[in-house]
Each structure stands twice: as structure tokens, then as C-alpha cells.
């Protein structure tokens, strides 16, 4: 499996500074997935602040729109990335995309949902004129079901990585370390991170 990470022009590189250590961990952690986990790519896709105006990739604070979906959208992200993903994967013969988006407790996002990466599934498989199937093994798991797959697959040690070694906060903070793992703790994405955490560490009694 080759792991592919974007450098869009977001406002905080730390997502992209988490993923050595991270594979790293990985690696050393789980001998038996060290074989399986190949080379490494960032591609550089910086358009998406060209084009800016919002909170990831501009200068602003996080707002909601009145439809309640945060300024931290940006527009057709997931498309331009799964479209560089699916012209990588032409390269290599590989036939399978995974990427970790889901429609259960998420921001709105609608380039996240089931039916967008189903109709790009076949967008991509049309204009590359050969089956690529995209695969979302997280698309109806909560974030409390998705702690308890890293228990289920690693245990506590997995659990522990994903605290330590992962991002999600919005504000690119790593200093604070909670429970769920570190950032900010109220920008959405460590809201939602954080919730899910608590309805999962509730459920083991």
C-alpha cells in the first residue's frame, strides 16, 4: 500500500510534519503491516490558496455559514485530491483508492459524502478507461465506532498511536495533548474527535 498525503496551501503544515513519524510508528509498532506499508508521497496541489477565502487555507477565524457549514470547506478539495490520487495510481497498476472520509458525525462537507465518492468513482474509472474503485471503510462509522476499530486492529498501542501521532485540529495546535489526542479542543474537528472519544472510552464500562 503507498500512502499519499497533498500539500494544498494550508494555513498549518502540521498535518503534513505528522506523517514521517507517524509511518515510522507504524512501522516499528506493527511488524506485520511494516511490509505492506510502501513508499511515501506528497504531491504539491497549493491552487486551493490561490483560489482561498477559507479558514484552512486564508487567514480567518472559523465561522458557520446559515446553513451551518463551517468556512473550514474547501471547495472540490476532495475531488482534486482523489483525481492526483487516481492519476498515481494509473501510473503504478494500482486499482484501489482508500481514503477516510464518512456521512456520520462530520462538519457537512459535501465532497465527503457516499454519493460524491460513488458518482467519482465512476468519473475516474471513465476517464482513465479502466476500473478504480474508491474505498471509504469509515463513511458510516461515528468517530466513537472509529476509536473502537483502532482497538479492535491495534489495541492499546494503536490507540495510543493515533492519540499521539495524528491531526485533525483545524488550528494546527500540537502543544496541548487531551485524552483524544492533541489540538486546540474547540475548533470542529477536535469537537467531533473529542466527542467521539468520550461516547467510546463510556462504552467500555
Not at 511490509?35 to 491552487?47: I, P, T, Y
Not at 492519476?87 to 477516510?100: E, F, H, Q, S, T
Not at 485533525?168 to 474527535?193: K, M, S
Not at 467521539?196 to 462504552?203: F, V, Y
Request: neutral net charge.
Amino acid at each position: 500500500m503507498e500512502t499519499l498525503g497533498f500539500d494544498y496551501g494550508q494555513r498549518h503544515r502540521v498535518e503534513l510534519q505528522c506523517r514521517p513519524p507517524l509511518l515510522e510508528a507504524l512501522r516499528q509498532g506493527f511488524p506485520r503491516w511494516a511490509g505492506r506499508l510502501r513508499e511515501d508521497h506528497v504531491l504539491a496541489l497549493d491552487l486551493f490558496r490561490q483560489i482561498g477565502d477559507t479558514a484552512l487555507t486564508s487567514e480567518m477565524a472559523i465561522t458557520l455559514d446559515a446553513q451551518g457549514l463551517p468556512n473550514t470547506f474547501v471547495p472540490a478539495r476532495n475531488l482534486v485530491f482523489l483525481t492526483a490520487a487516481a492519476a498515481l495510481a494509473y501510473r503504478r497498476d494500482l486499482p484501489v483508492l482508500v481514503a477516510g472520509m464518512c456521512e456520520t458525525d462530520y462538519s457537512g462537507y459535501p465532497d465527503c459524502r457516499d454519493n460524491t465518492m460513488k458518482a467519482l468513482q465512476v468519473a475516474l474509472s471513465l476517464g482513465l478507461g479502466r476500473s478504480l474503485r474508491v474505498e471509504t471503510p469509515l463513511m458510516w462509522l461515528d468517530k466513537a465506532a472509529t476509536w473502537a476499530l483502532a482497538a479492535e486492529l491495534g489495541g492499546a498501542a494503536l490507540v495510543d498511536l493515533v492519540r499521539e501521532h495524528t491531526h485533525t485540529c483545524y488550528l494546527g495546535e500540537r502543544a496541548l495533548r487531551h485524552p483524544w489526542g492533541r489540538g486546540c479542543g474547540g475548533c470542529p474537528a477536535c469537537t467531533l474527535r473529542a466527542q467521539g472519544h468520550e461516547r467510546w472510552t463510556a462504552s467500555l464500562g
